[in-house]
């Protein structure tokens, strides 16, 4: 989900909040505008709030994985700090607005609504993933052509960008070439999505390998502000929405040791042929995975 989704059906899992009426949910988040504002389309501010719901391969899946939704507000909130020369949709802690109840603060944030871009901006700096598979039948990547004789896992000669059309929810997104986002954008917001999402890798990237982490993939979803400004939004770097792989453990030849959800895909793989509903995730796997989820915020320190 992101900033400017306005619709949705409540389901169960989304909270009363005082202050504040529930407007959208997605797969894993769930947004909020002021009980005040007339309608989304009036609202200075938005709550986005992270749940601990798990989604992979466009499904929800049950059942939650236990702190997940504080651990991905922390990370986003890491990496927004962390990126200070890249305007993103974070409202500051000095704005006045209304006030976030206690019992979602530390899994959620304050944001300004945005118009979003229709585009999701995936950069790879390693071949895994649908981009291995797409390798393996064209010796490219969404119309991005790559050096013969890579293997899956390998750090490609440089970052590339790779952009998906947004599905609807519950539709999976459309891998698309460059050509295509300046068609559903136009030149100039097309250059911008593509330079500010290598930008943003390529320095995150760099800052988590000196603490022992590989950042191999990751999407971006960007969108303007009532001036034009281009903001980064929604969630970013998170374990959902980027593989993380123990650098040492790579350069060894395990390419299998990863801080993300890798461990829920692997067991669905195995237990789901992707037809119907997804079946149940066993505790082992759900312990497993929010450990895993600990783990990275440590190695990161955030």
């Known amino acids: 989900m992101t900033a400017a989704e306005t619709g949705g059906v409540r389901p169960a899992t989304a909270a009363e909040l005082e202050g504040w009426r529930h ?34 391969f466009d ?40 006030p976030v109840p206690e019992a979602v603060a530390a899994r959620s944030m304050r944001v300004r609504p945005l118009t979003m871009f229709p ?23 969404c119309g991005v052509a790559l050096p013969t004789g890579l293997s899956n896992g390998d750090r490609l000669p440089e970052p590339i960008y790779t952009p998906a059309h947004k599905a609807p929810q519950g539709a999976h997104d ?17 250059a911008a999505l593509r330079d500010m999402s290598l930008h943003v ?24 502000d009532a001036a034009g ?6 969630e970013v770097l998170t374990s959902d929405s980027s593989r993380y792989w123990d650098a040492e453990a790579h350069e060894g030849g395990d390419r299998t040791a990863s801080f993300d959800k890798q461990i829920v895909r692997n067991w669905l793989t195995e237990h789901w042929d ?21 783990e990275l915020i440590e190695r990161l320190g955030a």
């Open 201 to 224: 890798y390529e320095s995150a990237a760099a800052i988590a390998l000196q603490r022992g982490v590989v950042i191999a993939d990751t999407k971006f979803e960007f969108g303007h």
């Open 119 to 141: 585009i999701e901006c995936v950069v790879r700096g390693y071949l895994v993933g649908s981009g291995w598979a797409e390798y393996q039948e064209t010796g490219s990547v």
């Open 59 to 98: 499904h929800a899946l049950e059942p939650p994985i236990p702190g997940k939704g504080e651990l991905l507000t922390r990370l986003s909130r890491f990496w927004f700090a962390q990126l200070g020369d890249v305007p993103n949709h974070l409202l500051g802690e000095t704005h006045q607005g209304t």
């Open 174 to 190: 459309e891998n698309i070439t460059y050509e295509r986002t300046v068609e559903l954008v136009g030149p100039d917001v097309a």
């Open 229 to 234: 400004q281009i903001r980064i939004a929604d």
């Open 23 to 56: 407007v959208a949910t997605g797969k894993v988040r769930d947004l909020y505008v002021p009980a005040s504002a007339a309608s989304p389309a009036t609202a200075t501010e938005l709550l986005l709030v992270a749940s601990d719901r798990v989604s992979a």
């Open 274 to 294: 992707g037809q119907g509903t997804p079946p149940v995730l066993p505790d082992e796997i759900v312990e497993r995975t929010a450990a895993r989820y600990r």
